[in-house]
């Protein structure tokens, strides 16, 4: 089993930043893909971003590209997700997701390839 535990959501401005964490515990080497997704109120959860966590290969959504940044740090098995230039329309819960996938399966994963999630972050953007 692993166990992933969100932190670092918060209320900002639009165009501030924030960094959410995502530490896992438990038996960690069975994953190798990690990815943040977000759930806004009335709306299906989506993928934001993924990383390989063997390779570090990483994919994100169009509506992100450029403004949120997935990184990892294995030593402390924690994945971040660093959020720039954050807009109103970016308001959601966030939450980890983990799994065993292969390399180019994991950039494209949906909700149903990934085993273990976490409880969630809320971020709140204001305009």
């Known amino acids: 089993q692993v166990q992933l535990v969100e932190s670092g959501g918060g209320s900002v401005q639009a165009g501030g930043s924030l960094r959410l964490s995502c530490a896992a515990s438990g038996y960690t080497s069975s994953i190798n893909c990690m990815g943040w997704f977000r759930q806004a109120p009335g709306k299906e959860r989506e993928g934001v971003a993924r990383i390989y966590t063997r390779g570090g290969s990483t994919y994100y959504a169009d509506s992100v590209q450029g403004r949120l940044t997935i990184s990892q740090d294995n030593a402390e098995n924690t994945v971040y997700l660093k959020m720039n230039s954050l807009k109103p329309e970016d308001t959601a819960t966030y939450y980890c997701?983990?799994?065993?996938?292969?390399?180019?399966?994991?950039?494209?994963?949906?909700?149903?390839?990934?085993?273990?999630w976490g409880h969630g972050t809320q971020v709140t953007v204001s305009s």
């Open positions: 997701a983990a799994g065993n996938l292969r390399a180019t399966w994991c950039v494209g994963a949906g909700l149903a390839d990934f085993g273990y």
